[in-house]
């Protein structure tokens, strides 16, 4: 509990009258507020940016909010294309409701809506409007190396079946009432289909999950695909890539489609957006380019490149598909070997992997990338004793904050393997010279012992683990809840999962940006404790994550204490006399309460405290009250909640 004087009940009458006033503007995707804001009496307008911009699902979650619900279907009798709707929801508070549409729309019909220009516009005088418009659904590719399949389409509408990109969300413009309503973004097809981050696939189906390693799997299997590996083989296959592959975080959910064969696929897999791909359905799992382990990989590279690393993307994806295959013993070494023996081919002597411009029409970034970035990862293990790994490396520009450049990633190589590997790491990316391909033996000297791999696992709530510090309390959270301004102090358990001692590096995330850092050595299948904190400053939804666990945060605004009795310590005094007031405030609510408590003498203020309490707690508001002229008085309180 604190308390504080008038000055307190001053900002809370500022906040009260801020709240009657007009409404804010509304968040724009970058956490800024919207361009082109106008005040109308006391409605505000949030006009809608260009067509290129797009509002992420579920930005907003409010239960009077805007609703967008986004609708795919398919047009069989015009293969090609899709058709999308965009219905619109709102409250009665908002009105002129403003949208673009994607540049490629084409056949728009609206109920509602009216054009004016590129914008479309509707009063928001009805529940409900819909704008209907038709998008291009077909996408061609010429790819090159491991990955063609020999035809050109990325992605296709088949007529009975479509398998392409999830159009784009465009942000609407509104004017709104009171509180900015925002906007909630849903998705659903007409008929069966999925949709996911930024994959779409429209037709008959059926979808196998899993959970695994903090990861949902969904793995789609269309009618018209005639898969060649058992479904829960491809699934062991990927959440033990999972398990093994220690670069970061994972992504929550994972959406993997069979791709269907009966067209001409440009490629034998793809991955887009951050956890999105398909494969073909014919693929097999037991081969040195397993793509669906290599197109998994893709989801787990949360880095930017540059020319000079370029390489980087299909290089590390190559390889750790025939490593991690290797290791889930679906190949034996010899064909390992020589998936590494392939990146000394003739065809690749020209090939400098720091020039894109010496493997784009040789695939050379896939096939000579991948023995690099295999050797490297030996020449790690052995002079590190395998207390690190090229993961370690993929570990560390996965955390960096720009386009990761030459020097990040020898600086990254220096990091893990120390000034040793930095030449042939420097040699092997800068001229035509190649690795020699290891041996079994040397294979075995490397890779032998597992390395140290680390899990990082946050406390379950209710635990000890989980305590919170603030000016109202001390101690274990419990099912208490959070609120603003409050430090959650976390105990995270670090455990040697491999079977060598090794350097940990432990990197605690809100929302994808690091709030804390430890670091140590564990030996093998030993265990240790490091303690985070944060602080969260406002209320919200937030995502705790150590890249291997994850939990979400809720906090809210304190809530309003309670005002449960007022005695005066005598009925009766003499004039010039005082009499003492006590008012008990009382916090029955399952977080932190903060308010402002007063006490009135014929309704105007004589005192006033600002009380914070725990949950559970109670305190006393007490007053001196002179009474210079002989009469009755009638003593109130008021703030906080009766």
Known sequence: MYRAG?????????????????????????????????????????????????????????????????EFRLTPDEPG??????????????????????????????DRFTRD?????????????????????????????????????????????????????????????????????????????????????????????????????????????????????????????????????????VLMVAAPTSVSWGQRGLQTGERDFYVLADEELDTPENSWVHEYVHTRQGFETTDGTQWLYEATAEYYAALLTLEQDRIDFPRFQRKMESGTARQFDDVRLIDPSTY????????????????????????????????????????????VRRSMFIDSVRSAGGSGVVD??????????????????????????????????????????????SEYREGQLGETGLVAGETLVLDVAVENLGGSAGEYDLAVTVD?????????????????????????????????STGEDSRTVRVREPAPPVVTDLVAAREGVGPGESVTLTATVENPADRPADGTVAITRDGEEVTSERVGLAPGGSADVTASVSLSEPGTYQFGRHGGRE
């Open 6 to 70: 008038r000055r307190t009940l001053l900002v809370a009458c500022l906040l009260l009258c801020a709240l009657g006033g007009a409404g804010v503007t509304v968040a724009a995707e970058d956490g800024t507020n919207a361009t082109g804001r106008e005040t109308v009496g006391n409605a505000t307008l949030v006009e809608p940016p260009d067509s290129g911009a797009s509002l992420p699902e579920g930005q907003y979650d409010s239960h009077d909010s805007i609703v967008l619900t986004q």
């Open 81 to 110: 294309q899709i058709d999308v709707q965009w219905q619109f929801r709102v409250p009665d508070r908002v009105s002129d409701v403003k949208t673009r549409l994607p540049e490629d729309a084409t056949n728009v019909r609206t």
């Open 117 to 253: 220009g590129d914008v479309y516009e509707w009063p928001a005088d009805t529940s409900t409007a819909t704008i209907t418009f038709t998008m291009p659904a077909n996408e061609t590719s010429t790819a090159v190396g491991p990955e063609s399949a020999g035809g050109r389409l990325k992605f296709v509408d088949a007529g009975d079946w479509a398998l392409t990109r999830r159009p784009p969300v465009a942000k609407p413009g509104y004017r709104y009432r009171g509180d900015n309503p925002g906007v909630t973004i849903r998705n659903a097809t007409a008929g069966e289909g999925v949709v996911g981050d930024a994959l779409l696939y429209l037709g008959p189906h059926e979808t196998v999950e899993r959970r695994a390693h903090d990861q949902r799997f969904r793995l789609v299997v269309p009618e018209a695909a005639d898969l060649a590996a058992d479904r829960s083989a491809i699934l062991d296959s990927v959440t033990d890539a999972s398990d093994r592959l220690r670069v970061g975080d994972r992504d929550r959910q």
């Open 360 to 403: 784009r029409s040789n695939g050379g970034n896939y096939i000579v990338g991948a023995l690099v970035s295999g050797e490297l990862d030996r020449r790690i293990r052995v002079v590190t004793d395998s207390g690190a790994t090229f993961g370690d490396v993929l570990r560390r520009v996965n955390r960096a904050d720009e386009p």
């Open 424 to 469: 042939p790491a420097g040699r092997f990316t800068e001229t035509t010279e190649p690795p020699e391909p290891w041996d079994q033996s040397a294979h075995q000297e490397a890779f032998g012992a597992l390395p140290a791999r680390f899990a990082y696992s946050l406390p379950d709530r209710g635990s000890d683990g989980v305590r919170v510090r």
């Open 512 to 544: 994808g940006q690091r709030v804390a850092e430890r670091t140590g050595r564990l030996d093998a299948d030993a265990t240790a404790t490091e303690t985070v904190e944060h602080t969260f400053e406002g209320p919200g939804s937030y995502t705790l």
